[in-house]
């Protein structure tokens, strides 16, 4: 008997549930038969069977979210007895484990040789088996996250190796205990001191952040893709950093669009200015390898391969998928591509390493005609950039005035990974590749 | 309230014991017509007369055995050991005799007996005479283990060492002896069995006891400097071992350091971080780190004995592992 487990299918998922059941109970599955659809806080996923057998029990129905790791079904052997406990394996003599190679020997920074009790920070379990990586939590963590209900799994640990130290959890719990202040006074009898004197220190700045529920307003729960991204984003202002706005002459980048869409006819694919806008940063970063990099907390990671994410509005989020290597493809292969993704990520059918990986992210709200925005950090990209409309602008040139086409374009940079020079030469270049859109594609 | 070092605090609460109780006697060696190897009974054969302060023979498990058998008889006998490394000739006397007989013997007698004993490297007396191994005394039920960082406690430990009806080990520290701070006038008899904040800290505890206190004290200051709030607990009794008072500190501050002047493996550190663990987990957010000797006999050359033995450079770079490790913003205070 073999128990299905609700997998975890992307890093931020902490829980899933079924989307629908594809096999019944009682039908015998194969390795690889797609057992159920698993809905997780960005897409629905396909569970494959890992053995074959017959599909004894589902124990989760379709709906219900279970936390990853919680048995959702059970496959029962082929031919075995139903029921019956596993067979004592022959590892008990196994138990023992075994010595440590090096007898926990102090190894002190010279020039001392006082011992100082420094462990090389074991955990190196070599050799052991590739399963969920288990989750490392200062006990003070472990007991606060029982006290305040935290789940542990959606915190990222900034200690050794990666351990959730007290700090990764305070700010939760200061927030926790901010939105639990006001929310306490909805619904009870007391009534709630006005004066100004009674609401020192934290309460007023949380109630600057965290709304209050009143009697004519409607508390809507948080989707999984909200809670996400409400997160997400929380974090990424949280870091230094600034805005660089150039305006770009956007004549001879429509003129293009539009000869290449009347050169590929009525049925072929219609090139987005977003599709250029992809292929452009893409050429543009290889030339600026310090800008297609990531903040890796003591040091700046350089990626070698650009990879462009689009911001792509959903009914109750917002999602990122990443076209790859865009650098390296023809325009109507991103546009190919970046279409695919975008309508997939409407549906949420991407998988997650299509919306994971990411060095760069544009976003461009421009269809909606907006001029000019700022767009907050997909940490860790070191920058993300927010294009406007194209709109018609007056200008001087050559003693007359002038009609013409401009684009805004505004540069979020992480100040921890750029500083503003370089942020604005590379914003300069890619300003200049656009006014000669020919060069984007050659 | 005069300020004194811990040496004459020692001999004055020698003086003042046996001034008050005739049962009060001294053995040892050279403590007599030489005064002791340190000084500690200076003029105490010349005030108490022979009776009461005995030049012993060279001869350990003898004069510690002696005192055994006049504490039984109703004596209380104070027994100097030159050195905590000679108390090992006598360590049946202490171990088999001292620390059973009251059990043994269905509580018929008790052992009021007190050994002082200094212990201790860094004076380049080289790996035999140079040893902390107070931990084989504080792993001994029936015997009680006090180790004075100050003055002020030598004095008032030492005598409530003399007036406990158990065995007792003062456990004294060459590099003390030296050491001044004030005292209080008047009768002090500390508790044994209880720990002591020395210096109450909000962000780190650490843990130390006779020269490793005095160490973290002044360590604990250096870091006040720069908005680092440590907390010092001076053991003050290796046994009865005050857990009590350790956890609480922690259970504050959720980070521990351990300097110990022992070696490491299996020492007063390696208790101390497991009553941590037993005691406060919940309220770590680091592992407990030990600050100890380097598992070596001790070098007689000056340079290699100064780098094997722990001291407060050691202590400063264990502390900043372990409020790194934490992610401790300076300046912070919760």
Redesign the interface.
């Known amino acids: 008997m073999t128990d299905v487990l609700m997998p975890r299918l992307s890093d931020t998922m902490t829980e899933g549930s079924i989307g629908q059941w594809l096999k019944s109970e009682n039908d015998e599955v194969r390795r690889g038969d797609v057992l159920a659809e698993i809905e997780t806080d960005k897409a629905v996923m396909d569970l494959e069977s890992y053995s074959d057998g017959v599909l004894q029990k589902i124990l989760v129905p379709p709906g219900q979210v279970v936390p990853i790791g919680e048995p959702i079904a059970v496959i029962a052997d082929a031919g075995a007895d139903d029921g019956s406990p596993a067979a004592p394996s022959a590892t008990a003599a196994a138990a023992a484990p075994a010595a440590p190679a090096t007898a926990a020997a ?1 190894t ?2 010279a ?8 462990v090389p920070a074991s955990g190196g379990s070599a050799g052991a088996a590739p399963e969920a990586v288990r989750l490392k939590a ?6 606060l996250a029982r006290t305040h209900d935290i789940d542990l799994s959606t915190v990222t640990g ?3 190796g990666g ?1 959730i ?3 990764d959890v305070d700010r939760l719990i200061a927030d926790s205990a901010a939105s639990t202040k006001i929310t306490e006074p909805v619904g009870t009898a007391g009534p709630v001191p006005a004066g100004p004197a009674a609401t020192a220190g934290a309460v007023p700045v949380a109630a600057a952040q965290v709304g209050a529920v009143g009697d004519d307003d409607e508390q809507l729960p948080l989707s999984n893709i909200r809670r996400i991204t409400a997160r997400r984003l929380t974090e990424a202002f949280a870091v230094p950093q600034f805005y660089l706005t150039t305006l770009v002459d956007a004549g001879p980048l429509t003129d293009f669009r539009a000869q290449i869409n009347a050169g590929l006819g009525a049925d072929g694919v219609k090139i987005s200015v977003t599709d250029l806008l992809i292929r452009a940063c893409a050429v543009t970063l290889r030339a600026h390898p310090e800008v297609n990099s990531s903040f890796g907390e003591d040091s700046i990671i350089r990626h070698h391969r650009v990879h462009v994410g689009v911001a792509v509005a959903l009914p109750d989020g917002l999602i990122v998928p990443v076209v790859r290597d865009p650098d390296r493809k023809s325009v109507s292969q991103i546009s190919t591509e970046a279409k695919d993704l975008a309508t997939r990520a409407r549906d949420g059918r991407l998988k997650p390493d299509e919306f994971a990986g990411g060095t760069f992210t544009i976003s461009n709200l421009g269809m909606f005609g907006i001029d000019n925005f700022t767009a907050v950090l997909n940490p860790p990209e070191a920058a993300i950039l927010a294009v406007g409309a194209t709109t018609e602008q007056t200008a001087v040139a050559d003693g007359e005035i002038v009609v013409r086409k401009v684009m805004k374009l505004t540069l979020t940079v992480d100040h921890r990974v750029l500083d503003g020079a370089t942020g604005a030469t590379f914003l300069a270049d890619l300003t200049s590749l656009l006014q000669n859109p020919l060069r984007i594609v050659v | 309230m005069a300020e004194i070092t811990y040496r004459q605090a020692l001999h004055d609460a020698l003086r003042e014991e046996m001034t008050l109780d005739p049962s009060v006697i001294l053995l040892g060696e050279e403590i007599g017509i030489f005064e002791g190897s340190y000084k500690i009974t200076a003029g105490l054969l010349a005030e108490f007369g022979p009776e009461r302060v005995r030049d012993t023979p060279i001869a350990e498990e003898g004069f510690v055995g002696a005192a055994v058998g006049a504490a039984m008889l109703g004596m209380r006998p104070v027994v100097e050991i030159m050195t905590i490394n000679f108390s090992l000739l006598a360590i049946d006397q202490i171990v088999n005799h001292a620390a059973k007989i009251y059990g043994m013997f269905g509580g018929q007698t008790a052992v009021p007996m007190v050994i002082r004993t200094p212990g201790g490297g860094g004076q380049q007396l080289a790996a035999t005479h140079s040893q902390n191994l107070e931990v084989w005394y504080a792993h001994v039920p029936g015997l009680k283990v006090v180790a004075p960082a100050t003055p002020r406690d030598a004095k008032a430990m030492l005598t409530a060492a003399i007036r406990d009806d158990d065995p007792v080990i003062v456990l004294e520290n060459l590099a003390l002896y030296n050491t001044k701070g004030e005292v209080p006038d008047g009768e002090q008899v500390a508790t044994i069995g209880r720990a002591q904040v020395i210096k109450p800290g909000t962000d780190i505890t650490v843990v130390g006891y006779s020269r490793s206190a005095v160490i973290a004290l002044d360590v604990a200051a250096r870091f006040e400097s720069e908005g680092v709030s440590v907390e010092v607990v001076d053991l003050a009794s290796l046994r009865p071992l005050d857990r009590e008072t350790i956890c609480r500190s922690v259970s504050k501050t ?1 980070r521990a350091v351990v300097l110990e002047d022992d ?2 493996t299996y020492g007063i ?1 390696a208790e101390v971080a497991a009553s941590i663990a037993e005691g406060a ?6 592992p407990v ?8 006999p001790l070098p007689y050359a000056k340079s ?1 004995e100064r ?5 407060a ?2 202590l400063v ?2 502390i900043n ?1 372990v409020l790194d ?3 401790f913003t300076r300046g912070e205070s919760r």
Do not use: H, Q
């Open positions: 102090p002190p920074a020039p001392t040789l006082a011992a100082s009790g420094a200062s006990p003070v963590v472990r007991s900034t200690g050794p351990r130290i007290r700090v | 959720g070696w490491l550190g987990f919940d309220y770590l957010d680091a780190r030990r600050v100890a000797a380097a598992e070596i290699l780098i094997a033995l722990p001291d450079d050691v770079r264990v592992e490790a934490t992610r």
